[in-house]
């Protein structure tokens, strides 16, 4: 069994050793299906988007590519950023910063959710929920996908939709939340597509 993790042992040197050694185990190496096809559809190339948790960016290298001129990308984990400063070196649509999702500041169209909620300690998931709430611009949306399994040890942490209902009820509208129909098929029948307003 792994070792239970504190909130204290999540901290930027825990998530510089997890990619430095390629140890993020719920990384796809590219972007998450059912994310890629939510983006397909959005139509408005400036809206201002964050990812938070970011990892190594499949889904805003994606964004990019379709367009999208707006894109900021928070993570913990100080060399990851740098990593990520050379991949997108000289490229305006993009801003990197490392930080504390916790103590950003700003006002986002658009979060996409990609295993940052299951890399947080479940303790902290009602203040995920409040952060998510204070970063989203009048009617802005936090969409994206949760596992809907649980998990020895962690991280990943997991959970279930009637979990997760019963902690976004009341504090962000529920346009959606079912379990996806086009996830990756390492991820098959244990992903939730969450789509979630500000209202």
Same mark, same amino acid.
Request: with cysteine; proline share 4%; hydrophobic share 35%.
């Given at each position: 069994?792994?070792?239970?993790?504190?909130? +204290? /042992?999540?901290?930027?040197?825990?998530?510089?050793?997890?990619?430095?050694?390629?140890?993020? &185990?719920?990384?796809?190496?590219?972007? /998450?299906?059912?994310?890629? +096809?939510?983006?397909?559809?959005?139509?408005?190339?400036?809206?201002?988007?964050? @990812?938070? #948790?970011? #990892?190594?960016?499949?889904?805003? %290298?994606?964004?990019?590519?379709?367009?999208? /001129?707006?894109?900021? *990308?928070?993570?913990?984990?100080?060399?990851?950023?740098?990593? !990520?400063?050379?991949?997108?070196?000289?490229?305006?649509? @993009?801003?990197? @910063?490392? #930080?504390?999702?916790? +103590?950003?500041? #700003?006002?986002?169209?658009?979060?996409?959710?990609?295993?940052?909620?299951?890399? @947080?300690?479940? =303790? !902290?998931?009602?203040?995920?929920?409040? %952060?998510?709430? =204070?970063?989203? /611009?009048?009617? &802005?949306?936090?969409? $994206? *996908?949760?596992?809907?399994?649980?998990?020895? $040890?962690?991280?990943?942490?997991?959970? =279930?939709?009637?979990?997760?209902?019963? !902690?976004? +009820?009341?504090?962000?509208?529920?346009?959606?939340?079912? *379990?996806?129909?086009? =996830?990756?098929?390492?991820?098959?029948?244990?992903?939730?597509?969450?789509?979630?307003?500000?209202?």
């Amino acid at each position: 069994m792994k070792e239970k993790q504190t909130i +204290e /042992s999540l901290d930027q040197e825990f998530w510089n050793s997890k990619y430095e050694n390629n140890l993020a &185990g719920w990384d796809l190496g590219e972007v /998450s299906p059912p994310i890629k +096809e939510y983006i397909d559809q959005l139509q408005i190339k400036k809206l201002k988007i964050l @990812i938070p #948790g970011a #990892g190594n960016a499949y889904e805003a %290298k994606y964004l990019i590519d379709k367009g999208f /001129s707006n894109v900021t *990308v928070i993570d913990i984990a100080p060399r990851l950023i740098d990593k !990520l400063k050379q991949d997108f070196k000289g490229n305006n649509a @993009i801003q990197l @910063i490392h #930080g504390d999702f916790f +103590e950003h500041n #700003g006002k986002y169209d658009l979060i996409l959710e990609q295993t940052f909620f299951c890399a @947080i300690h479940p =303790s !902290l998931r009602l203040d995920y929920i409040q %952060k998510m709430k =204070s970063l989203l /611009s009048k009617d &802005g949306k936090l969409c $994206g *996908v949760l596992f809907n399994r649980e998990f020895i $040890g962690g991280p990943p942490f997991g959970g =279930s939709k009637e979990e997760y209902l019963n !902690l976004i +009820e009341g504090r962000l509208k529920v346009n959606t939340m079912e *379990v996806c129909y086009n =996830s990756h098929p390492a991820r098959k029948n244990t992903e939730l597509w969450i789509n979630l307003q500000k209202h």
